[in-house]
């Protein structure tokens, strides 16, 4: 799948790059290259990508439930390294 999101990817960017080379002597295809490359990039590819990162994970990990505010201010007054200051 990461393969194929990335062969998609090219497609797209070099059907953009190509349809600017040949808008100033065609334009009627270069925007239609244009076009239809921004269509696979942001229509295709960009939600394949969304999938491809998410599929194994919980939404629910990344909502600010009361649970996980709790969370983050006991990691945060636990003393973790980074939230102590230098007192040089």
């Known amino acids: 799948m990461k393969y194929f999101i990335l062969f998609l990817l090219c497609i797209a960017i070099v059907g953009i790059s190509y349809g600017f080379y040949i808008k100033p002597s065609q334009p009627e295809n270069g925007d239609l290259f244009i076009g239809l490359s921004v269509v696979l990039g942001f229509l295709i590819t960009m939600p394949l990508f969304i999938y491809h990162r998410w599929k194994n994970r919980s939404v629910k990990d990344y909502m600010l439930t009361k649970e996980n505010i709790e969370k983050m201010r006991n990691f945060k007054n636990s003393g973790s ?8």
């Open 81 to 88: 390294p980074s939230s102590k200051k230098d007192s040089h």
